[in-house]
T-cell receptor, first 116, second 117 residues
Framework: AQKITQTQPGMFVQEKEAVTLDCTYD???????LFWYKQPSSGEMIFLIY??????QNATEGRYSLNFQKARKSANLVISASQLGDSAMYFC?????????????FGAGTRLFVKA | KAGVTQTPRYLIKTRGQQVTLSCSPI?????VSWYQQTPGQGLQFLFE???????NKGNFPGRFSGRQFSNSRSEMNVSTLELGDSALYLC????????????????FGPGTRLTVL
């Protein structure tokens, strides 16, 4: 069963506007972490933001915020004031497990295009 | 502080050969994970190492193996290469990989792009 679902293969946004990238997840664990990474064409995965399953407040990091709705199992990324440099692939990921073993599962990604 | 480094960055091999990829984690990080990224399968978890022990393994054949050294550096080996092994191999490190919180986030290296001919 797919554990991380990103339903938007591609998204377009006008420069300086906000955009929301969707992510839903599936887990039976109580403890887990949710991440968003950005992958430019160079290939390197850049960490953007983290949300813990027990965090009651939505995480924010500069222009990035994570809209965490635990009951709906969604962790959408909101990018405010889009910039041309935001054009990249974005991956939602979930880390689950325990001291016996952890792994991070990634969604298929959303390619974001920022238009000037 | 230096980031995660991976060597080599690019590699071309032929079918049947074997290859070893190297990953040096961020200083102080003890957990190292490996991922394979392909256009068709996306990002898939290969294995995770902590304190020289493989702590978790993804669903890959035994041709894929790895190890971690006492300085936390890790190597990944693929034997009897197949065309389908062509991919970007990413290494990620974190402090311990077992603490819930942003302080234990995984940071990725630039990857090794392997092409199998």
């Amino acid at each position: 069963a797919q554990k991380i679902t990103q339903t938007q293969p591609g998204m377009f946004v006008q420069e300086k506007e906000a955009v929301t990238l969707d992510c839903t997840y599936d887990t039976s664990d109580q403890s887990y972490g949710l991440f968003w990474y950005k992958q430019p064409s160079s290939g390197e995965m850049i960490f953007l933001i983290y949300q813990g399953s027990y965090d009651e407040q939505n995480a924010t990091e500069g222009r990035y915020s994570l809209n965490f709705q635990k009951a709906r199992k969604s962790a959408n990324l909101v990018i405010s004031a889009s910039q041309l440099g935001d054009s990249a692939m974005y991956f939602c990921a979930m880390r689950e497990g325990n001291t016996g073993g952890f792994k991070t599962i990634f969604g298929a990604g959303t390619r974001l295009f920022v238009k000037a | 502080k230096a980031g995660v480094t991976q060597t080599p960055r690019y590699l071309i091999k032929t079918r049947g050969q074997q290859v070893t990829l190297s990953c040096s984690p961020i200083s102080g990080h003890r957990s190292v994970s490996w991922y394979q990224q392909t256009p068709g399968q996306g990002l898939q978890f290969l294995f995770e190492y902590f304190s020289e022990t493989q702590r978790n393994k993804g669903n890959f054949p035994g041709r894929f193996s790895g190890r971690q050294f006492s300085n936390s550096r890790s190597e990944m080996n693929v034997s009897t290469l197949e065309l389908g092994d062509s991919a970007l191999y990413l290494c990620a490190s974190s402090l311990t990989g077992e603490v819930w919180g942003s302080a234990d986030t995984q940071y990725f290296g630039p990857g090794t792009r392997l092409t199998v001919l």
